[in-house]
């Protein structure tokens, strides 16, 4: 649809910068101000329902291992990582197969320092992970998901346990069929969790639905703590109807919302849920409105005026 703009005069803002000095004191404290967070910042801060639904699935830290621990490998280039003499022990078809922890040796770098070695075994051949760290650094900051192309099976069974048959509403369009192709999802829609089974190298964890009308997909999933948060818990699924959370949005709009698409007359908070978060804003006035324009990476175009859409471009 093609944007018809208004004259739009640009907004001209004078900013005054007065530097104020306070006398300091000897010990430096007296006169420190104590900075209180605003009511916006403490509700940003506070546990949302998804993150203490999940706050127990964390992955263990490599002193928390116990002998035996399974991994899955999802990729061949995992023996890539490891070294040269464990790669010369086996072929290069490493996808599918379960190697599990054996424990740890140590490795002497060429300036004396030791570096943790992960050993891990197949039952025929092992395979040395080098860290790079200190002894008591990778014991304690090396989690299970931080080798590269594994997948910690004892976490997906920990997983599967603790979400299967939970009643839960989906957050994103990102669905995919049984099979992992690409699938057009509802957002804010309720679904079941039937399993987790093992993702792939970028996302550990593949969680299979079935919707209302018995439609059943997967989505790929991480866990909060693996450093990749755009598929976590917390940005895939909310624990109770999220339309509960925004009474005021009409029966229709919403159906807008779950589909992802939005029309004339929605609030920028309606088009926030049914697009996400844009990637750039401008704002400024015509003669009596206040006029705002949304943009997207994907070409979308949003057009506002005093808070409400009155024209957009797919």
Excluded at 59 to 74: D, Q
Excluded at 180 to 185: F, N, Q, R, S
Excluded at 196 to 206: D, E, R
Excluded at 242 to 252: D, F, M, T, V
Aim: glycine residues 6%; contains cysteine.
């Amino acid at each position: 649809m093609a944007c018809k703009h208004k004259p739009i005069y640009p907004i001209y803002i004078l900013v005054s910068i007065v530097l104020i000095f306070i006398p300091g004191c000897s010990t430096g404290i007296e006169n420190t101000k104590t900075i209180k967070m605003t009511k916006a910042e403490q509700r940003i801060t506070q546990a949302t329902e998804e993150d203490r639904m999940m706050s127990d699935i964390v992955a263990p830290v490599v002193s928390e291992w116990e002998t035996g621990k399974p991994f899955l490998v999802s990729d061949n280039k995992a023996s890539l990582v490891f070294e040269s003499s464990s790669r010369q022990n086996t072929g290069s078809e490493l996808e599918g197969k379960i190697i599990r922890y054996k424990g740890t040796s140590l490795k002497v770098t060429p300036i004396g320092t030791e570096e943790l070695v992960i050993v891990f075994s197949d039952g025929a051949s092992d395979y040395r992970y080098v860290t790079g760290k200190s002894p008591d650094i990778a014991k304690s900051a090396i989690t299970s998901l931080d080798i590269p192309m594994l997948i910690d099976l004892d976490l997906v069974k920990k997983t599967s346990d603790f979400l299967s048959g939970k009643k839960l509403w989906t957050r994103t369009k990102m669905w995919y069929t049984l099979d992992g192709e690409k699938l057009d999802g509802r957002q804010f829609v309720p679904v079941t969790v039937d399993e987790v089974q093992p993702g792939n190298m970028v996302f550990p964890l593949k969680v299979f639905i079935t919707d209302e009308n018995g439609r059943q997909a997967l989505l790929f999933m991480n866990i909060k703590n693996s450093g990749i948060e755009s598929r976590s818990f917390q940005s895939l699924f909310y624990v109770s109807d999220p339309k509960l959370r925004y009474p005021s949005i009409l029966p229709e709009i919403w159906e807008f919302i779950r589909d992802g698409k939005v029309k004339a007359g929605m609030t920028k908070e309606e088009c926030k849920l049914a697009l996400g978060n844009p990637s750039d804003v401008n704002a400024g006035h015509d003669w009596n409105s206040t006029i705002e324009f949304w943009q997207y990476p994907d070409g979308k175009f949003l057009r506002f005026e005093d808070g409400l859409l009155i024209d957009y471009r797919n």
